[in-house]
């Protein structure tokens, strides 16, 4: 299915961008596989003739894992856009009311599924996440909504994208990076990524970093995100930031650095068969802990802890979608989600908590300007 005069504004290197005049291609399970070939025959080093956006919604990891593929209508968007310009900021807000959220009980139900599998050794770390769904009052015009853009509480991979045909909205406000490609002087191309794990309270960092449940969480997530980048560049990853500070609306979290290099012949395809999905959103052992994920959430992800991926002619990077949500104008309705890692040593009332504070801090950017 294809769809035209699509507008979208991202946040790239401290600037939000207005994406003008696309057209999209929702790629469905059908699709997927010939679709995607066409980027394993693309190289990093190609510069595309028109700016691209691709989304990927989570359950397509499922492909490049071998996993049983849970059901979606669409599996990816891929948009090229005509022009690119600095965006003007809107400042229209929303209002959101709560509707249908999980309950602390059917959280523990699920938070209990999880531990079993942990202390089974089926896994060593599984991302929890539910979605919470709000209904929506406001008068704000879809195609121009960036309100949250404008900001300083804008992250590093914030978005809005709106479809109309679907009247629906895609919002992101991510600080979240799978991963950045750029080409070096040495004609070689350092392919980095920035997992997040671990989060606090605006104010708690000294008690964030001297955590040492979430201390192995970030050493877990960042071993095996540097097993992704060996597996991208045949063993040439290293560690170059570890337990670092982001600061975020609300919250603060920890992150690690993990680059490699690549010749510029490598392909698109490969880089996200290599990363996709980002571990920090699945847990460890990935294949393993995916399945895990499909039996133990009750909806996909969608949109949520996918990546969208932004190619134009100085390279390639891509978000890990949290802090994300989709509006349904049509319906007047809004779904956000939530969610983190959970281990052996995790304490459900402190996860549930934490998952609250997420969906705070995503909630508030979206109503305030």
């Known amino acids: 299915m294809k769809e035209a005069n699509i507008q979208a504004f991202i946040r790239r290197e401290d600037r939000t961008l207005h994406l003008k005049d696309g057209d999209s291609r929702f790629i469905s399970k059908d699709e997927f596989a010939d679709w995607f070939s066409t980027l394993e025959q693309q190289s990093i080093d190609f510069k595309p ?5 691709i989304h990927f919604l989570y359950e397509a990891g499922a492909f490049f894992l071998e996993n049983k593929v849970r059901e979606q209508k669409y599996y990816a968007v891929d948009t090229e856009f005509e022009s690119v310009q600095t965006a003007s900021i809107s ?3 929303l209002e959101l009311f709560a509707k249908n959220h999980p309950s602390f009980e059917e959280y523990e139900n699920s938070y209990q599924q999880v531990q079993f599998h942990l202390h089974e050794g089926n896994a060593y770390q599984i991302n929890l996440t539910f979605p919470f769904q709000f209904d929506l009052k406001t008068t704000v015009e879809p195609s121009s909504y960036n309100t949250f853009m404008g900001s300083s509480k804008a992250a590093s991979f914030a978005q809005s994208i709106y479809w109309p045909k679907q009247n629906i909205t895609f919002l992101s406000n991510s600080p979240e990076t799978l991963f950045t490609a750029r080409l070096k002087q040495n004609g070689q191309w350092r392919v980095s990524s920035k997992p997040i794990k671990g989060t606090a309270n605006t104010g708690e960092w000294e008690k964030l970093k001297d955590s040492k449940k979430d201390q192995a969480e970030l050493l877990m997530i960042t071993d095996l995100v540097k097993n992704d980048l060996n597996f991208l560049s045949g063993g040439n990853a290293i560690v170059d930031h570890l337990k670092e500070r982001l600061d975020v609306p609300g ?5 690690s650095e993990v680059s490699t290099e690549v010749p510029g012949s490598t ?4 880089l996200m068969r290599s990363l996709f999905p980002g571990g920090s959103i699945t847990g460890a052992p990935k294949k ?8 133990i959430e009750e909806k996909p992800r969608g949109f949520y802890c996918g990546s969208t991926l932004f190619w134009d002619g100085s390279g390639l990077s891509a978000s890990i979608n949290i802090r994300s949500g989709v509006i349904d104008w049509s319906k007047q309705s809004a779904t956000l989600h939530a ?4 281990t ?12 609250l504070s997420k969906l705070k801090s995503f909630q508030n950017v979206l109503t305030t300007i």
Not at 267 to 270: A, C, D, H, I, R
Not at 344 to 355: L, Q
């Open 344 to 355: 052996v040593h995790s304490d459900c009332e402190s996860e549930w908590n934490e998952m």
């Open 91 to 93: 400042q229209q807000t």
């Open 49 to 53: 003739r028109k700016p691209r956006l």
């Open 288 to 295: 393993r802990v995916c399945e895990l994920i499909d039996e």
């Open 267 to 270: 392909s698109v395809g490969k």
């Open 339 to 342: 969610g983190g890692g959970v």
């Open 251 to 255: 919250l603060v979290h920890q992150f």
